[in-house]
């Protein structure tokens, strides 16, 4: 099991000590329907769960370029976790539907902020009701907290810095879409298909098993293989979110040198002058 995921029986441990400094995170949501995740909240959670949103809370506005889901504004992130009483010692515990991008997003915006505790639930919130646990559709009462960001440095890359690090072959340029997308054999969400030439793809949910649980450190290093530690890796998908769960992974296996492209293919694809590619690397 990663260092970053954790199981239902530990998070059922920490929800009985009453001392603990926990908050648990909705951020289930559907790229085609944007009001979903939050209807399925209001419906039902964990108890206690509090509902963060991709495109309010975990994403800036979008503009001409920056992608479809740019990095929220650090300031206004940092104060929105903290109102949903998120300080430096606090416990966090993120889940999806099951184990998809979403927490993963929220899960690297959060370390990104300097936060440690951070952790994905295994197998979400589909794992937590099989196996017969409670839900609810209480809204829990919050009790607000000042949360100051420590930005680490030197984590995400701009199209300059993506275009000049290919051209000089000086990083490792990873696509996380689904293999038919990068190749552009199909395009549901953007106007042009493709991938961003030198990419290479590794599908983001390679590294779940067929069960859709994680892939442990001996599966996910031999998945990794082709990739040196010692190389800059970036790591890009359509705008940003499916890119966190190959960060979460190669970080786990102690890759250091890992960048997001925020705005990965759908900023790209927003300078008319940018190349496209349709083949394999």
Not at 148 to 166: A, G, L, Q, S
Request: net charge negative; hydrophobic share 35%.
């Amino acid at each position: 099991m990663m260092s970053h995921i954790m199981r239902i029986d530990e998070l059922k441990e920490r929800l009985e000590e009453e001392s603990t400094n926990l908050v648990i995170v909705d951020v289930r949501f559907v790229l085609t329907d944007p009001d979903a995740g939050r209807k399925m909240y209001l419906k039902d959670h964990l108890p206690g769960a509090v509902y963060i949103d991709l495109n309010r809370d975990l994403s800036g506005k979008t503009e001409k370029h920056r992608g479809s889901h740019p990095l929220p504004d650090m300031d206004m992130f940092a104060a929105k976790i903290g109102n949903i009483g998120i300080d430096h010692e606090t416990t966090v515990v993120i889940y999806d539907q099951e184990n998809d991008m979403f927490a993963a997003r929220l899960w690297w915006l959060l370390q990104h902020v300097g936060h440690e505790l951070v952790y994905i639930l295994e197998g979400g919130y589909k794992n937590w009701v099989e196996q017969g646990n409670l839900v609810t559709d209480e809204i829990p009462t919050l009790v607000k907290k000042s949360f100051e960001p420590n930005i680490r440095e030197n984590e995400t890359v701009d199209m300059k810095e993506v275009k000049e690090k290919m051209n000089s072959k000086t990083a490792i340029l990873i696509d996380s879409r689904e293999r038919d997308r990068y190749l552009g054999n199909k395009e549901p969400l953007y106007r042009k298909a493709g991938h961003i030439p030198g990419a290479v793809n590794y599908f983001w949910k390679d590294v779940l098993n067929e069960d859709g649980t994680w892939k442990n450190e001996e599966q996910l290093s031999e998945h990794f293989s082709a990739l040196s530690k010692d190389e800059e890796i970036i790591v890009s998908c359509g705008s940003g979110v499916s890119a966190c769960p190959n960060i979460l992974a190669l970080k786990s296996l102690g890759y250091k040198n890992i960048k997001l492209y925020p705005g990965s293919f759908s900023d790209w694809i927003s300078y008319e002058e940018n190349e496209i590619e349709l083949d394999e690397n």
